[in-house]
């Protein structure tokens, strides 16, 4: 997946989806660290882009909100919302990910906010 498909794998790898697997699939270094190497990227499965130019303008405006030192935390939520749409999460599952990554902000309140965006 090359070329064409740059912000939406640049999407993907910054993903919870993808942080969450990143635990089980790049062994662990000292001091907490992981080993990137293609080899562990091999293993894991990167669905076929769609959205392109939906994850091309998110990606613009996170790049052009970090520039102006602006919060980019609700498009991030956007994107990891439609990564877990493309992957066909149950909300079982991505509470079990977003409860995993980050636990003191993970409430009944986020499950009802994600069905809230998932129907736009």
């Known amino acids: 997946m090359t070329g064409n498909s740059l912000e939406y794998l640049t999407a993907f790898l910054n993903s919870k989806l993808f942080k969450f697997t990143f635990k089980d699939y790049f062994p662990e270094l000292l001091g907490e660290t992981r080993e990137m190497r293609k080899i562990f990227f091999e ?28 919060s980019t935390k609700e498009l991030e939520k956007e994107i990891d919302n439609k990564i877990f749409d493309l992957y066909e999460l149950t ?29 736009r």
């Open 43 to 70: 293993t894991i499965s990167v669905k076929p882009a769609m959205y392109e130019d939906w994850f091309k303008q998110i990606n613009d405006v996170i790049i052009r909100n970090k520039e102006n030192k602006l």
């Open 91 to 119: 909300d079982a599952e991505r509470s079990i990910i977003l409860s995993s990554l980050d636990p003191e902000s993970f409430s009944e309140d986020s499950i009802n906010n994600m069905s809230v965006a998932e129907s």
